[in-house]
């Protein structure tokens, strides 16, 4: 049976040695009190949570799915009663505001718990997460009233959210959204429409549950100009604000999925069902973009937790597991054959993995911090500059560590061998689950175009440059560290060559807007190991220091070395075939008649 370990070393290596987290929080207003101390005990105790209550629960979801049976979704065994101790433990309220039910706790807390949730099992930890983003999204567009009726009841768990975007017609160009607002004298709305693909849209698991829906008013604009976006609960509030009526929204069935088949995602159908609006009229898709990139880096975390849990599960295996004799002569005389982690291929696998998952950890986090500068600095020129930066970042998070967890969970079932076939390992569900990452929040490729096109060229660069600018100036601050040359060197030849390309881009793109499109993907996927490469350096950085010093375990600092290396001389490289395709342009795929596409 496979099993989750938190990798709490790992984690405060990147909070407190690398990131500096506790200096992080004395610059912030009123994070004072996230000391060292108290993360870590937060952590640990998350981390119980995960592996002793989620993580047994993850095969369960995978065997059983949730059952529909008319308008009534009930989740697999033992979800709802985990989901009552997250509740019971302040789990949901840990980054909120005390003001309405919160510990008050910065975000970045909140994410190392979701990455525990959802490594442990990303099915059940879908619920929880939702609600987050159904959080953030009232308490920064919502009125006072909506915030005391429905945001005090999703901060303490008491009620679950969901966002309700896609239409059966109407996927990422929600220009073409239908889903009707008709206004009512009382100042409500009547919401009609079907909604497909919504994620935790029904379940057994909490009392209530509060559904952020898009759609449009009788008089709006065409397009994405005529969004609005509004509140609308599955039971309307009682005078005593708990669940009272039914309102007339219902789920019409649940999907057959490849993976995450613990989650229930649902077709909802709004008929006539009051709603409120939330945030201006037909502002919408501004506001929604609250929830889209609370959406975003949440599944971004999703790329991390199928690389860690498939890379704990392969490296296990890869030790217990005897096949063959080392190329060298056997390391096992003892033994009838040898463990397969002395085989290189076998290792290039787990350090593939091990590489993936802890620089993509350092990435979350980095990020973490910016959405609380954003969020909690006083100083306004350090929440634009964050903000800027976080924006950039954002869709190359999504993409890059969806596309890199994808990879890892296929290698952590090839180390399995056939075994890794087979469903009681748990590594072809891991595989599953993890597919749907590159989809939904916005594809690879969306991601791409929102990266090259929204953040990159229409911003002339600029946005690429608060990020370079860092790169730049770590590298220029250990230009003379002899010791770290190895990691340096390329990095700044990278970064140099990354606003090259950019150039490049953008001037074809003056000529044919095609040019985008087709650099887009490969562009992101170079930006993200460039981004984790300067990630890698300044862990690298910390591990030579902290060595030097003499403190700690050094062989955990000796094996983070070993991991840089690995990832400069084995995956940096593959940005050498990426500049190539990126800049070859439009015609190799555009040239090709429609009609030449059929066999």
């Known amino acids: 049976m496979p099993e989750f370990k938190a990798p709490l070393r790992d984690i405060q290596f990147v909070l407190d040695e690398v990131l500096d987290n506790e200096q992080h929080y004395q610059n912030l207003p009123g994070c004072e009190d996230a000391t060292p101390d108290m993360v870590s005990a937060i952590v640990e105790e998350g981390a119980k949570f995960a592996e002793r209550v989620l993580a047994p629960l993850n095969q369960v979801g995978d065997r059983e799915g949730c059952q529909f049976n008319d308008g009534v979704v009930t989740t697999p065994t033992g979800f709802k009663e985990a989901y009552q101790q997250y509740v019971e433990g302040g789990w949901p309220s840990l980054a909120h505001e005390p003001e309405w039910g919160g510990q008050g706790l910065p975000e970045s807390v909140g994410l190392v718990m979701s990455e525990l949730v959802g490594t442990a099992n990303w099915s ?86 509060v559904h952020i829906v898009l759609a449009r008013l009788p008089d709006a604009p065409a397009g994405t100009k005529g969004i609005s976006l509004f509140i609308v609960p599955k039971f309307m509030p009682a005078a005593d604000g ?97 463990p397969i982690i002395v ?30 500068k954003v969020k909690l600095s006083d100083d306004e020129d350090v929440r634009k500059e964050a903000d800027t930066r976080l924006a950039f970042l954002t869709p190359i998070a999504k993409a890059f560590l969806t596309e890199t967890g994808f990879e890892s969970a296929n290698l952590g079932l090839q180390v399995f061998g056939g075994h890794g076939f087979i469903s009681e390992w748990g590594m072809e569900q891991n595989v599953r689950d993890s597919r749907i990452s590159m989809l939904y929040e916005g594809t690879t490729g969306i991601q791409a175009l929102d ?86 350096a300044r862990m690298a950085l910390t591990a030579q220091q902290k060595l030097a010093s003499g403190e700690g375990d050094s062989a955990f600092y000796e094996a983070k070395l070993h991991t840089a290396r690995f990832y400069f001389q084995r995956l940096l490289p593959r940005t050498r075939a990426l500049a190539v395709t990126v800049q070859s342009g439009a015609e190799n795929l555009m040239d090709l008649p429609e009609t030449s596409f059929s066999n």
Request: glycine share 10%; aromatic share 8%.
């Open 242 to 338: 708990a669940a009272g009526e039914r309102n007339t929204v219902s789920c019409g069935s649940i999907e057959h999925k490849m993976g995450i088949h613990g989650n229930a995602t649902c077709v909802m159908n709004f008929d006539n069902a009051t709603g409120y609006l939330i945030g201006p009229e037909n502002k919408g898709l501004n506001c929604m973009f609250t929830f889209m990139n609370t959406a975003r880096l949440g599944t971004a975390m999703q790329g991390l937790a199928h690389t860690e849990w498939g890379y704990q599960n392969s490296l296990t295996y890869a030790r217990e597991r005897l096949q063959m004799r080392a190329l060298t002569g056997p390391a096992c005389p003892e033994k009838a054959a040898d």
């Open 451 to 536: 990266l090259l096109g929204r953040k990159v060229l229409m911003t002339q660069g600029e946005s690429l440059k608060s990020f370079t600018k860092v790169v730049h100036k770590f590298c220029q601050a250990e230009a003379d560290n002899a010791a770290l040359n190895e990691f340096v060197a390329p990095l700044a030849e990278l970064n140099k060559e990354w606003g090259e390309l950019t150039m490049q881009i953008g001037m074809k793109a003056m000529q044919n807007r095609d040019e985008v499109g087709a650099a887009s993907v490969d562009y992101l996927m170079y930006s993200g190991y460039a981004v984790l490469a300067y990630l890698w």
């Open 343 to 372: 085989h290189p291929d076998v290792r290039r696998m787990l350090l593939t993995q091990k590489a993936f998952a802890e620089g993509g950890r350092a990435l979350i986090y980095y990020c973490a911090q910016l959405v609380d």
């Open 124 to 209: 059940w930890g879908m619920y929880p997460g939702l609600s987050h983003g159904a959080m953030n999204t009232i308490e920064a567009h919502g009125t006072d009233d909506q915030k005391q009726t429905y945001l005090t009841k999703l901060v303490s768990g008491e009620w679950t959210g969901t966002m309700c975007l896609t239409e059966p017609h109407c996927g990422t160009d929600l220009g073409m959204l239908r889903t009707k607002a008709e206004p009512q004298a009382d100042g409500s709305y009547q919401i009609s429409g079907t909604k497909i693909f919504i994620s935790a849209g029904e379940h057994d698991m909490a009392d209530n549950i």
